[in-house]
């Protein structure tokens, strides 16, 4: 992914013709669990043999210099909008910056 200013540094496996989108760190509550995690969320369009949405979470790994990455749903098509409109209606937009597409480097 691009790096840019203000966006986090986290590295996520995208094809020429992807398309990143950086949507904001959100407090997390994965499954039942009780505890939340500081998140990154990303919403990505594959553009391959085939067209899918993913929104990614993206945490630090407790081991230095490793990051965790999460599927966290999955949509056929170019679903760009529902993915970020699906992410902002369960996290709300509190602490979130404008999603930024970003073109996968």
Known sequence: MMRSAGLPDHHLNAGQNDT???VGVFM???????????SSVYVVVHRSAEI???????????????I??????ALAGDCAAEACGWVLSKFGNAGKSTPEPRMAA
């Open 20 to 22: 990143v989108m950086f």
């Open 28 to 38: 997390w509550r994965s499954g039942c669990a009780r505890r939340t995690q500081a």
């Open 68 to 73: 965790l990455v999460f599927l966290e749903r």
């Open 52 to 66: 899918w949405t993913h929104v990614y979470r993206v945490i630090d790994d407790p081991q230095p210099g490793r």
